[in-house]
């Protein structure tokens, strides 16, 4: 067996929906929205299975999809992509991030990675036989710096591996991070494989620069979009990858022995859906605002510490004021003996961990954050916190 994925433990965030399950806690660990999604777009799917195509469709995907793909980029983020060359749709955002690393890395190619990560980012980057290089970002504002990207890079750099905004930290990158990273990415004549799944969900009247958009990145930058993040709807799996000619043909060799297609009435229904009014989108991000500031607002008030959050469907609470230093110890006995589960953010990293801060999916119904306030609420009782004494890190 492949030691790569055969040696891998359990993740965390199976255990801790696992541990919630079988004591009822209430589940704010894992990172899905209780809403059920659009009716609109889900009617949409219904209809396409019933009177729509139902083989396979083409392997880059439906062209209705690629044209409104490269529609709506271009709408909301001042980027022109040929729909017919520069676009491709996937199995979901995991599937696009897996063909890309597969078809772009040679065995011996370094890739920087930043962490905290996605969980399925260096195991993949791994199973292709790149050599990750770190850039640890520390919170409360997890930026980057001059000094680590110059520790990151070298002549054996391929890849960069950037998420923006950036799961768990809940930050969306500012434009000097943004232009630092691009002139190391030109400077070192590095591949960007951007992960923007959640570039609809940032609050605060924010928008989405893409790495793509900036100069000199067009030719060197893979774009990664994904509509369950989208439009809630994260069964679908239904993802779309954007990059240049050049780029693209090898993308595309590599998502052919994948999965090769995916569901063509999905794929109807998310065309019909990005093409909606731009109130659509503003109403999804207002909604979850709302969650984000009710879950906040709550926590402040028992005397949580709780960080900003920018975008994402989650924030994090510094654990370091109730005393507590293992954020992995702190949430197995929060599931346990308080009711709750939630996500250690030392999970996301691989090398010098932060180990004080705890993740919560805030993408729920407001009886679900009620109803964990109410639980957090014993524990810090418990814990002596005063009511909104605590600040924002």
Not at 18 to 43: I, K, M, S, W, Y
Not at 99 to 107: D, K, Q, V
Not at 169 to 197: G, M, N, Y
Not at 363 to 377: V, Y
Request: glycine share 8%.
């Amino acid at each position: 067996m492949n030691p790569i994925f055969a040696d891998l433990p359990t993740t965390v965030f199976e255990t801790m929906s696992r541990l919630a399950r079988e004591t009822g806690a209430v589940n704010l660990g894992q990172g899905f929205p209780d809403d059920p999604g659009p009716e609109d777009v889900r009617r949409k799917a219904a209809e396409a299975v019933v009177d729509g195509w139902n083989q396979y469709p083409p392997m880059m995907g439906i062209l209705e999809l690629r044209q409104a793909v490269s529609r709506h980029y271009g709408h909301w983020h001042g980027v022109d992509f040929d729909p017919e060359t520069e676009v491709m749709v996937t199995s979901g955002a995991t599937e696009a991030l897996a063909g890309a690393l597969l078809a772009l890395i040679e065995p011996g190619d370094e890739v920087v990675l930043f962490e905290p990560m996605y969980d399925a980012y260096l195991p993949l980057v791994r199973r292709a036989g790149g050599v990750p290089r770190f850039v640890t970002l520390r919170p409360p504002h997890f930026n980057l710096t001059e000094e680590a990207l110059a520790a990151a890079f070298s002549e054996r750099t391929k890849l960069v591996l950037f998420n923006n905004p950036l799961n768990p930290a809940a930050t969306v990158a500012s434009a000097a991070d943004l232009e630092l990273l691009a002139r190391f990415c030109i400077q070192h004549e590095a591949i960007a494989v951007c992960d923007e799944v959640w570039e609809h969900v940032i609050f605060d009247g924010r928008r989405h620069v893409p790495l793509v958009s900036l100069p000199g990145m067009p030719e060197r930058t893979v774009k990664i979009g994904s509509a369950g993040k989208i439009f809630n709807l994260t069964g679908w799996k239904v993802g779309f990858v954007c990059a240049c000619p050049a780029i693209m043909r090898v993308l595309a060799k590599a998502h052919q022995f994948l999965t090769f297609t995916t569901p063509p009435s999905l794929q109807a229904a998310v065309a019909y859906g990005l093409s909606k009014e731009d109130s659509h989108f503003e109403a999804l991000r207002t909604d979850l605002a709302r969650s984000r500031d009710r879950f906040t607002t709550g926590l402040r008030e028992l005397g949580f510490a709780v960080l900003p959050s920018a975008g994402t469907y989650f924030l994090n609470i510094d654990i370091a004021p109730l005393g507590e230093t293992d954020d992995v110890a702190f949430c197995q006995r929060l599931v346990a003996e308080n009711g709750v589960a939630a996500i250690p953010v030392s999970a996301f990293y691989a090398d010098r961990a932060v180990t004080n801060l705890v993740r919560f999916c805030f993408a729920k119904r407001d009886e679900t954050l009620d109803a964990a306030l109410t639980r957090l609420g014993v524990l810090a009782r418990a814990r002596g916190l005063k009511p909104g004494a605590a600040l924002a890190a």
